[in-house]
């Protein structure tokens, strides 16, 4: 089961369903979206460790083992916040060496958002503030993931111990972020970067 957030962020990928295609490079993966639903010929995942999931390669993402111009689409969706490294520069600057010109690049980021890790969840952006991470890449769009309804069921799953009866809400909790849309208050932000 996944948060409202992340059901919100799946939605918001699947209007990018043309531009999230062929080889997919899934950094912090594998992640939770639908695989099936896109035209890609393969997926690999990297991560840090595979100490919960199961990665197909074990790297840092500021030193990755594939050639140049390897990959036509990157994920980069709810791993960022929890980065070790504080050079984003570096990351992000790995992730656009191995995408292929005219390929995408999917980057989330938390604002408004319950602390998921205490130890590990360390960035949190604005708007404004991510901008300035991506100055150097072309940003091709900027979409909001959640306003108030998000938040709220981030919060209430937290403190309900991750209850099933939360998640069983998810319309209410649609229906909230619906009628709540506000670009000063979201839960954080899709960036899509292109090559």
Same mark, same amino acid.
């Given at each position: ?19 999230i295609k062929g080889y997919l490079l899934d950094v912090g993966g594998p992640?939770?979206? =639908?695989? =099936? !639903? !896109? ?8 991560? &840090?460790?595979? &100490? +919960? ?8 993402? +500021? ?12 994920? /980069?969706? +709810? ?22 010109? %005219? %390929?995408? #690049?999917?980057?989330?980021? &938390? ?7 205490? =130890?590990?969840? #360390? ?8 901008k300035q991470l991506f100055e150097k890449y072309k940003i091709f769009e #900027?979409? +909001?993931? %959640? !306003? ?17 009866? #939360?998640?069983?809400?998810r319309p209410f909790f649609s229906l909230i972020d619906k009628l709540t ?6 839960? %954080?932000? &899709? /960036?899509?970067?292109?090559?």
């Amino acid at each position: 089961m996944i948060t409202q957030k992340r059901f919100f962020l799946k939605k918001v990928l699947k209007s990018y369903k043309k531009f999230i295609k062929g080889y997919l490079l899934d950094v912090g993966g594998p992640s939770n979206f =639908d695989k =099936d !639903y !896109y035209n890609l010929s393969s997926c690999i995942s990297l991560n &840090l460790n595979d &100490l +919960e999931v199961k990665t197909n390669v074990i790297a840092d993402v +500021e030193e990755m083992p594939f050639a140049n111009n390897t990959f036509d689409t990157i994920l /980069f969706v +709810e791993a960022l916040p929890f980065l070790k490294v504080t050079n984003f520069e570096k990351s992000l600057s790995e992730c656009m060496r191995v995408l292929k010109p %005219g %390929g995408f #690049i999917f980057v989330s980021t &938390l604002f408004t958002h319950i602390i998921a890790e205490e =130890d590990f969840d #360390i960035h949190r952006h604005t708007k404004t503030s991510a901008k300035q991470l991506f100055e150097k890449y072309k940003i091709f769009e #900027i979409r +909001e993931l %959640g !306003y108030l309804g998000s938040f709220l069921h981030s919060y209430l799953w937290e403190i309900t111990n991750k209850s099933k009866l #939360i998640l069983w809400c998810r319309p209410f909790f649609s229906l909230i972020d619906k009628l709540t849309v506000n670009k000063r208050f979201c839960s %954080g932000h &899709l /960036f899509v970067l292109k090559k």
